[in-house]
């Protein structure tokens, strides 16, 4: 079946920092890819998506690209912000249904 | 335009008993999934119902139910409460799945 891998974290980085969160997948065909972003007592919001293979999503600084040949859909940001601390799901979706990964913790300090 | 609302936002409920919960999709997504979120399991698939039929199910047992109406919103149901039953549930909808879903902010379910 399908699944995704991510590092657990959390990850705690200072103001203007990079981040990267990595994240990989197994899927059977052409799963389309996701980045979800929960914030503390809230649902999941769709950060950013790609739906075939050297696609590149991108939404608020933060980019991730479908590398088929890796099976990876890393995620980054070239200078996160406090208000960028979150928990990041990767996911993907196929047949109707959505696999995600155990969420990564980000937690930005000014 | 209006999001995605599940009532009730929390629930507390007796083990044994059983309970119903709510979603309204975003107007024309015709696509609505359920996943069961704790700190142990992470987020876990439920089913996925579009225009009235259950295209997908996860691997839940069968006191876990749901079912779409005509207009969309869906409704999920838990018989026989266990106190592993306690979670946040989350609704999602979508016009194209492979495009990503909008998710609710969940009902909070607490078994005791």
């Known amino acids: 079946g399908n699944s995704v891998t991510q590092m657990e974290g959390p990850v705690t980085l200072s103001e203007e920092a990079f981040l990267t969160i990595n994240c990989t997948y197994t899927?059977?065909?052409?799963?389309?890819l996701f980045w979800y972003v929960q914030y503390p007592g809230e649902g999941l919001q769709l950060l950013l998506k790609?739906?075939?293979?050297?696609d590149k999503g991108s939404n608020k600084g933060f980019e991730a690209t479908y590398r088929k040949e890796t099976t990876s859909f890393h995620l980054e940001k070239g200078s996160v912000q406090v208000s960028d601390s979150a928990v990041y799901f990767c996911?993907?979706?196929?047949?109707?249904?959505?696999?995600f990964g155990i969420g990564t913790k980000l937690q930005v300090i000014p | 335009k209006a999001g995605v609302t599940q009532t009730p936002r929390y629930l507390i409920k007796t083990r044994g008993q059983q309970v119903t919960l709510s979603c309204s999709p975003i107007?024309?997504?015709?696509?609505v999934s359920w996943y069961q979120q704790t700190p142990g399991q992470g987020l876990q698939f439920l089913f996925e119902?579009?225009?009235?039929?259950?295209?997908n199910k996860g691997n839940f047992p069968g006191r876990f139910s749901g079912r779409q109406f005509s207009n969309s919103r869906s409704e999920m149901n838990v018989s026989t409460l266990e106190l592993g039953d306690s979670a946040l549930y989350l609704c999602?909808?979508?016009?194209?799945?492979?495009?990503?879903?909008?998710f609710g902010s969940g009902t909070r379910l607490t078994v005791v």
């Open positions: 996911a993907l979706e196929g047949y109707q249904k959505v696999t």
């Open positions: 899927a059977t065909g052409y799963p389309s």
């Open positions: 790609a739906t075939k293979a050297d």
């Open positions: 107007s024309g997504h015709r696509s």
């Open positions: 119902y579009f225009s009235e039929t259950q295209r």
């Open positions: 999602a909808s979508a016009l194209d799945p492979n495009y990503g879903y909008t």
